[in-house]
């Protein structure tokens, strides 16, 4: 893995945020406590002015009209969709993204140094905190399909033109996954176990859904090795970060600000064994399990979907649909890109990130 990139010094001092405020995160208690987080935020001193999402891909929208304004940082106030948001709105230009993590997972908080369940200690991070520059991976696939209540992902001109119609562009700071791991999020999105947070909350969604899943297979591609046909069950995860799914240490000793991302892959596991490698996972001791996880450096990963005769191909996406997940957000179907790009996002984290 290649440098820690850090912007020299701390950061400057903050007169001036924009807040950018999911009040849905946490499933809804963000919206029911903001009062503290306003009460925080105004006998901390700082300048600050706050935009309410009011759906799915309002926080890119509003994030976009800021990336020339004169606010110092533009901070993402909720959990990691949240912070993805609010990332692809400002990628790419001289905004500086801060967090005050209010949400289930929080890992690309936790990855940058940005204390969690601490709401002062992250208020001090935006005042004093240390300024760095982490890469992003590029994604593209066929949209997401309309859900029960959730719509399709809109396409943002901020985020890039895909190469064929139908087509979405995102850009993802944390994680990439698909599969099972994505299935997780979709409960999650409808609703399920909605009375608990944080890591808890992702073990019963993950239970739930490894008890439900249905194999597929699919055609994959790691940088510019030859391609491998595979049975999906078990888990794949493009990753900038150690931890998702609330501090599940996915790819051990990862960190967002090196040259590459990570691939994690495990695949034909049986039900068994997804659900004996929780465990492991949670400690991130499941590399070289049953001779079937690996991880490795990654720049780019292609996944698609197999044809009637079983060639991989670009016409169309599994069935029922593989849904991809970008930061905990399900974005897209395959087939699907995924490219690392270095320096994308200027970010405020704490001095000491993990595994740095």
Wanted: glycine share 14%; charged share 25%; proline share 7%.
């Amino acid at each position: 893995m290649a440098g820690f990139k850090s912007d020299a010094g701390a950061g400057s001092p903050v007169p001036r945020i924009a807040c950018i405020a999911n009040p849905n995160a946490r499933d809804g208690k963000l919206g029911r406590n903001f009062h503290k987080v306003e009460a925080a935020l105004e006998s901390s001193g700082i300048e600050h002015d706050v935009f309410m999402t009011e759906g799915t891909g309002h926080a890119i929208e509003i994030a976009s009209g800021l990336r020339d304004s004169d606010y110092d940082l533009v901070v993402a106030i909720g959990g990691d969709g949240t912070v993805h948001e609010v990332a692809n709105g400002i990628r790419d230009s001289p905004m500086r993204l801060g967090i005050i993590p209010m949400g289930n997972g929080d890992d690309f908080a936790r990855a940058i140094g940005v204390p969690l369940k601490d709401l002062q200690g992250a208020i001090s991070i935006l005042k004093e905190g240390t300024d760095y520059t982490v890469g992003g991976i590029r994604v593209e696939g066929l949209k997401a399909p309309d859900h029960p209540g959730i719509p399709s992902p809109r396409h943002y001109p901020v985020t890039g033109d895909p190469s064929r119609d139908g087509n979405l562009v995102r850009w993802s700071f944390l994680e990439c996954d698909g599969g099972v791991t994505s299935s997780i999020n979709r409960m999650k999105d409808e609703g399920h176990f909605s009375w608990i947070s944080g890591q808890k909350k992702y073990t019963f969604l993950a239970i739930k859904a490894i008890l439900s899943w249905k194999s597929q297979m699919a055609w994959i591609r790691v940088d510019d090795k030859p391609g491998t046909k595979v049975d999906l069950t078990g888990l794949f995860a493009m990753m900038q970060a150690e931890t998702f799914g609330g501090g599940y240490k996915v790819a051990p000793g990862m960190h967002p600000f090196g040259d590459s991302a990570s691939i994690v892959l495990g695949f034909g596991l049986s039900k068994t064994q997804m659900l004996r490698v929780m465990g492991p996972l949670e400690k991130g001791k499941h590399v070289g399990r049953w001779g079937k996880i690996t991880m490795e450096p990654c720049r780019s990963f292609e996944i698609r979907a197999l044809d009637s005769e079983g060639n991989p191909t670009q016409e169309h996406g599994h069935d029922p649909p593989l849904f991809i997940s970008l930061d905990g957000e399900i974005s897209m179907t395959t087939p699907v890109r995924f490219e690392y790009h270095e320096e994308q996002l200027k970010v405020r984290g704490g001095p000491s990130p993990p595994n740095t």
